[in-house]
């Protein structure tokens, strides 16, 4: 080798010998910086995890809710189209002497029970499918005699 080739790889040693420790410092730092990214990246997966385990639950848990709800307002609306709303028929009667009276028969319609009227002492009378009559056997509300104006004694 020549002198100025010695020269030249001297210098070029001596920089080695000074980066290299500043190198490895500097591989250290990046080492422990990628193990750090990586520490902060699992926990921010198992946060995401947690966070949509806990997200999944309350969907679940407003979803019972909801259906509990609407279950509720179901059976509401059952109960109330079944209280209001009954499926009517009209008994037809004929009176007899004092309170006794006999069924003529039991229609879909006002106006069939209506036809079967031939006078005063027939007598037609709203009532409900699966419905108790009721206690009083006086009175019956909505009781009508179609063939006369005038509704027959109620004792």
Same mark, same amino acid.
């Given at each position: 080798?020549?002198?100025? *080739?010695?020269?030249?790889? !001297?210098? +070029? @040693?001596?920089?080695? $010998?000074?980066? #290299?420790?500043?190198?490895?410092?500097?591989? /250290?730092?990046?080492?422990?910086?990628?193990?750090?990214?990586?520490?902060?990246?699992?926990?921010?997966?198992?946060?995401?995890? *947690?966070?949509?385990?806990? !997200?999944? +639950? @309350?969907?679940?848990? $407003?979803?019972? #809710?909801?259906?509990?709800?609407?279950?509720? /307002?179901?059976?509401?609306?059952?109960?109330?189209?079944?209280?209001?709303?009954?499926?009517?028929?009209?008994?037809?009667?004929? *009176?007899?002497?004092?309170?006794?009276?006999?069924?003529?028969?039991?229609?879909?319609?006002?106006?069939?029970?209506?036809?079967?009227?031939?006078?005063?002492?027939?007598?037609?009378?709203?009532?409900?499918?699966?419905?108790?009559?009721?206690?009083?056997?006086?009175?019956?509300?909505?009781?009508?005699?179609?063939?006369?104006?005038?509704?027959?004694?109620?004792?």
């Amino acid at each position: 080798m020549s002198d100025a *080739a010695e020269k030249v790889e !001297a210098p +070029a @040693e001596q920089v080695v $010998e000074q980066i #290299q420790p500043k190198a490895a410092e500097v591989v /250290k730092n990046l080492k422990a910086e990628l193990d750090m990214l990586r520490a902060a990246r699992v926990g921010r997966e198992r946060a995401l995890k *947690a966070w949509e385990q806990k !997200a999944k +639950a @309350e969907l679940r848990a $407003e979803e019972a #809710q909801a259906t509990g709800f609407l279950k509720a /307002k179901w059976r509401a609306i059952v109960r109330w189209w079944l209280n209001f709303t009954t499926i009517r028929f009209w008994l037809c009667g004929l *009176a007899r002497t004092g309170a006794d009276w006999e069924v003529i028969g039991v229609f879909n319609t006002h106006g069939k029970a209506a036809r079967i009227c031939r006078d005063k002492r027939y007598f037609i009378a709203p009532i409900g499918l699966n419905r108790p009559f009721g206690e009083d056997t006086v009175n019956w509300p909505g009781l009508e005699v179609p063939n006369t104006t005038e509704a027959p004694e109620q004792k």
